[in-house]
């Protein structure tokens, strides 16, 4: 068993929390994270005291004069190791970014320019390790890339045909392999170049658009997933894993009033919003589930998970509560104008603390030569 990993990443104030005189109310101390009470007009009973929330990795990025600051490198020292050591002991792993639109989840999974995020440094990584390798490994890799754009599957590696609508995908479920999108493009990749290539195209093709708290706000979730296996001979005997790899960059919940978005970005935001309370709604199910069954061994009662009331929450059934090793970055503002989301991001990511997944080897290899000999 494998409790889900929780990871808070604090991002600097932006131009509009620059331009309001924003208050900084967020604080890093070793894995804490404090949430200061605004000294402004906030009328919540919730804002009259200083909220104290322990995580796994606190991140302070607020500042890059700050001793304390925690860069790119330093978040992927902590939560890339996490799913390459996984990915090269055969399990599954996922990465997924959540927070309040704006709040650096993009960057924190991407990044720009020279300071590159978690998703290329974890390729950069895999293909790395793979070539530096001497165990007598062989590795194949294969990525694919979608949105969910207003509950709708689109390939991001295929450029969209102008007579078809592009958001057209259907998700279905496999009898062993769990849900799948159906028409998904899949790309064998050999060379760290081709992976990144694959990538820009995604991010190229990703849907995005200006609001009032962003200017290249992310309408859609993304999940890239690579397929990475391993297959090597231990003891004579032909063996090889299979790991898949999610890196999730989740759109950002907003309110309407402070998006002020009107039309499309209306509708688009109202999706975002209900998928991510889906998402709410599972983990708080999956907490509660990995609770019971701490306290109560023998009771085989079960948590009802409504994994299929939203696309995002069926796609990622087992990152979110089975078979993965799984981390959560929570991105967060420091701005008192952003107390609220602040706080309920807080929350959200203090209640992920308590899921316990169930991650084991994918060993294909073993059951090849199982169903060999049976025969």
């Avoid at 993009?106 to 390729?123: E, F, H, K, Q």
């Amino acid at each position: 068993m494998a409790s889900v990993k929780v990871a808070v990443r604090v991002r600097p104030l932006n131009d509009r929390e620059h331009r309001l005189d924003s208050q900084c109310v967020v604080q890093v101390r070793g894995r804490q994270v404090q949430l200061l009470a605004p000294t402004g007009d906030y009328p919540s009973a919730d804002s009259t005291r200083t909220k104290t929330f322990t995580f796994d990795f606190s991140y302070w990025s607020a500042d890059a004069r700050d001793k304390h600051f925690a860069s790119q490198e330093k978040v992927f020292s902590d939560l890339g190791s996490v799913v390459l050591d996984a990915a090269f002991s055969g399990y599954n792993a996922c990465v997924f970014a959540y927070g309040q639109t704006g709040s650096g989840k993009t960057y924190s999974m991407m990044g720009w320019d020279a300071n590159v995020g978690l998703t290329p440094r974890i390729c950069h990584g895999l293909f790395g390790k793979a070539v530096d390798g001497d165990d007598g490994a062989t590795y194949r890799a294969e990525v694919s890339y979608l949105e969910i754009y207003n509950e709708r599957v689109r390939d991001l590696m295929v450029d969209a045909d102008k007579n078809k609508k592009p958001h057209n995908l259907r998700v279905r479920e496999h009898p062993l392999s769990g849900p799948y999108v159906e028409g998904l493009s899949k790309h064998t990749v050999t060379s760290v170049s081709e992976v990144l290539h694959l990538i820009e195209l995604g991010n190229n093709n990703r849907t995005t658009a200006a609001t009032q708290m962003n200017d290249v706000s992310s309408r859609s979730h993304a999940i890239f997933t690579m397929n990475f296996t391993q297959a090597r001979i231990e003891n004579g005997i032909p063996s090889e894993t299979a790991s898949k790899i999610n890196l999730v960059d989740l759109a950002g919940s907003e309110r309407q009033e402070s998006s002020g978005a009107t039309g499309d970005r209306l509708r688009e935001g109202s999706n975002i919003n209900k998928s991510l309370t889906t998402l709410g709604l599972v983990i708080s199910a999956l907490a509660t589930r990995s609770q019971s069954a701490i306290k109560d061994a023998g009771d085989k009662k079960s948590t009802f998970v409504p994994y299929r009331d939203s696309v995002l929450t069926w796609l990622l059934k087992d990152s979110l509560g089975g078979n993965s090793k799984t981390v959560m970055l929570a991105a967060i503002s420091p701005a008192d104008v952003n107390y609220g989301e602040t706080l309920s991001t807080l929350r959200y990511a203090n209640r992920a603390k308590n899921i316990v997944n169930k991650p084991v080897v994918n060993e294909v290899g073993v059951v090849v030569v199982e169903l060999f000999v049976a025969v």
